[in-house]
């Protein structure tokens, strides 16, 4: 079944600049990617979303890029604040398995002031 | 607009005990997802259904592990004889095309 792969799993910056993780997925017909952030006790929530129509979306601070020739999208937090210190998912949805959403296994980001 | 609902939040268990999740999707949203989680793990999928129907239980451990949602709404998760590999965080979803909205999640601990 599909594979999601993400790396780093730890990353720790500084306060104003950029972060950046990267995901890899198999099944080429994946056409739906979104990226959750998940805060200690809390839910993942939903932040950006990409389908494979799409190279590129940007929503204030957060970039997402979608290469499908090399099954690979990456996120990419600029300008990043103390309150961007989460665990980010990335999924991506697969044809394989009912078009289930797959997840990574996270990256814990901190940002340090 | 309310969002998942989940209860209990959280559950402690001794092997062998059974225990049930209880989730209240999104209104309108026909599809609802049953995720284990973990600790320090991505969610990984259980069983969805749309509407009253399983769409996917593949990855159910189908003999301890069952789950309904009779009239297309609420749904229940139960676990039969629990084990201490169980222990995670249950999060329910929920989604009306392909945007998944979590719930809070029950913390299980079996010891």
């Known amino acids: 079944g599909e594979q999601v792969e993400q790396l780093p799993s730890i990353l720790r910056v500084q306060e104003g600049s950029s972060a950046s993780i990267n995901c890899s997925y198999e099944d080429s017909a994946s056409n739906y990617f979104p990226w959750y952030k998940q805060e200690p006790g809390e839910n993942p929530k939903l932040i950006i979303d990409?389908?494979?129509?799409?190279e590129r979306k940007q929503i204030q601070e957060l970039i997402v890029l979608l290469d499908k020739k090399a099954k690979r999208f990456s996120l990419h937090i600029t300008d990043t604040q103390p309150g961007d210190s989460a665990m980010y998912f990335c999924?991506?949805?697969?044809?394989?398995?009912?078009?289930?959403?797959?997840f990574g296994s996270g990256t814990q980001l901190t940002v340090m002031p | 607009e309310a969002g998942v609902t989940q209860s209990p939040r959280y559950a402690v268990l001794q092997e062998g005990q059974a225990v049930s999740f209880w989730c209240d999707p999104i209104?309108?949203?026909?599809?609802l997802y049953w995720y284990q989680q973990p600790r320090d793990q991505g969610p990984q999928l259980l069983v969805y259904f749309r509407d009253e129907a399983v769409i996917d239980n593949s990855q159910l451990p189908s003999d301890r592990f069952s789950a309904v949602r009779p009239k297309g709404t609420n749904s229940t998760l139960k676990i039969q004889s629990a084990k201490q590999g169980d222990t995670a965080t249950y999060l329910c979803?929920?989604?009306?095309?392909?945007?998944?909205?979590f719930g809070h999640g029950t913390k299980l601990s079996v010891l």
């Open positions: 990409i389908r494979s129509n799409m």
């Open positions: 979803a929920s989604s009306l095309g392909e945007r998944l909205f």
């Open positions: 209104s309108g949203h026909d599809t």
């Open positions: 999924a991506a949805r697969a044809s394989s398995g009912s078009w289930q959403l797959i």
